[in-house]
């Protein structure tokens, strides 16, 4: 059975598109895409269905990554399939877990930058959509530092399991 990872942000079309697409790039480096299923998705639907900010796709086709997304909203019916629902800032945090059906669930929610040690206390991943180009920029460079610590604790996650 496959590990299922989702990434949240408000819109689903800057922030968690950026970490659905770098982190399954890290996961087909490490030959695990086979094991490990990685998407998206938002808090609200205020642009499901359009796809990923031009900036952000911008900025990922620039460091070599291919950027194919829809955005779509978060339905809590999907924590049932998930594994890890990895939240890019403490607003969605708290969404996703006041959305969990049991408690469980709320446990699967961790903010991304959480694997990133040298975060410190600063987990927040700031929403560029009302910024400049240089967000974007500083956006991918927390969501490819984060990635590679998410990495690590999934294949842990994944040495539990049956390949």
Known sequence: MAYRVCFVCTGNICRSPMAEIVFRARVAEAGLEDRVVVDSAGTGGWHEGEPADPR?????????????????????????????????????????????????????????????????????????????RDGFEECLEMVEAASTGLLAAVREQLEGRAA
């Open 56 to 132: 952000t796709v911008s900025i990922l086709q620039e460091h070599g990554y291919t950027c194919e997304h829809i955005a779509r909203q978060f339905q809590p019916s999907w924590f049932s399939r998930l594994d890890l629902v990895v939240a890019l800032d403490t607003g969605h945090l708290k969404a996703l877990r006041r959305l969990a059906p049991t408690e469980e669930d709320a446990r699967k929610v961790r903010l991304l930058r959480s694997y990133d040690p040298a975060a410190g206390d600063d987990l927040e991943v700031p929403d560029p959509y009302y910024g400049h």
